[in-house]
């Protein structure tokens, strides 16, 4: 299937590596002109070329989204290059993953970049999706917005107010023809999951091998396999669905 978003202008926060980028590029191939917004100016920056190497219509612009005048300027960018703003995708974030012995500059970090970000990125596009007669924000939550993982605490925290803060920005949003549904993964394997093998001293074989029996398909998931959910939700065959969340997580918690 080609042409879903045919028309359509997007926002992927944290839009250049992993699921993020996953999803550029198949929002892309479906006919939407897309804004890569991350921090990091050379991934960001190869991520849009790559797309238009492909023949499909992409921007990067530097955000850091926990900064109030970074998420106001992607909008405005946005809206600037390519005359409308329909899709936010809420996917920038980091991952500190402690327990109680987090320290405050963990906690401000993680509330900052993963909570305040989704927060002020919603805010400045939901404006501009007002004035275009409606649109659609997905979020990234996770498993960890239902289940209890060790030492996660600092991490679990932003995943589940990310669930809560889509039904609320649901039903506030409701009246301008805004949804806003949530999108929850199991394990995928990404740049994050790299990071975390190398903190905790684990090669990817171990990595692989500790993480796919919590799926029931036994196995870890790829970025496009949380894209397509993605792009289900933030399309108009979606049109029905908001306030709630879709698990892609292999079954993880069907247990
Ligand atoms: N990989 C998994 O197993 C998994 C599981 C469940 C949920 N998720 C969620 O999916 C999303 C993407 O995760 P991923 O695995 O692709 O991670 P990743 O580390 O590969 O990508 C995260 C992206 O967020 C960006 N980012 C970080 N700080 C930012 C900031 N201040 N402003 C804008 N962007 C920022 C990074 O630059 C990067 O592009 C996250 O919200 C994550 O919580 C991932």
Redesign the pocket.
């Known amino acids: 299937m080609a042409n879903r978003l045919q028309g359509k202008v997007a926002i992927v926060?944290?839009?250049?590596?992993?699921?993020?980028q996953a999803t550029s590029v198949l929002f892309a191939e479906e006919g939407a002109r897309v804004v890569v917004?991350?921090?990091?100016a050379s991934?960001g920056e190869e991520c849009a070329a790559g797309i238009r190497a492909q023949g499909g219509e992409a921007i990067f612009v530097q955000?850091?989204?926990?900064q109030e005048d970074h998420a106001r300027r992607v909008c405005d960018e946005a809206v600037q290059a390519f005359g409308q703003l329909n899709i936010l995708v809420n996917?920038?974030?980091?991952?500190i993953l402690k327990g109680l012995e987090a320290s405050v500059a963990d906690w401000q970090r993680m509330l900052s970049?993963n909570i305040m970000?989704t927060a002020l990125m919603s805010r400045f596009a939901s404006d501009y999706m007002k004035q275009f007669g409606g649109g659609s924000i997905v979020n990234?939550?996770?498993?960890?917005s239902f289940v209890a993982q060790p030492s996660f605490i600092t991490y679990s925290s932003t995943?589940g107010a990310i669930l809560q803060m889509t039904r609320n920005m649901a039903m506030d949003l409701a009246p301008f023809n805004i949804r806003v549904n949530c999108v929850?993964?199991?394990?995928?394997f990404?740049?994050?999951?790299e990071?975390h093998m190398a903190r905790v001293g684990m090669t990817k074989e171990e990595f692989i091998a500790a993480e796919s029996p919590k799926h029931l398909l036994n196995r870890v998931g790829d970025?496009r396999e949380?894209a397509y959910p993605i792009l289900f939700l933030a399309s108009d065959e979606a049109s029905f669905i908001t306030g709630t969340h879709l698990m892609v997580d292999g079954g993880y918690t069907a247990q």
Not at 140 to 144: D, F, N, Q, T, V
Not at 184 to 188: A, F, H, R, W
């Open positions: 926060t944290g839009g250049s590596v992993g699921i993020g917004a991350n921090p990091n991934a955000t850091d989204i926990s996917n920038g974030a980091v991952f970049v970000g990234l939550g996770s498993i960890s995943k929850c993964p199991g394990t995928i990404t740049r994050a999951s990071e970025p949380v």
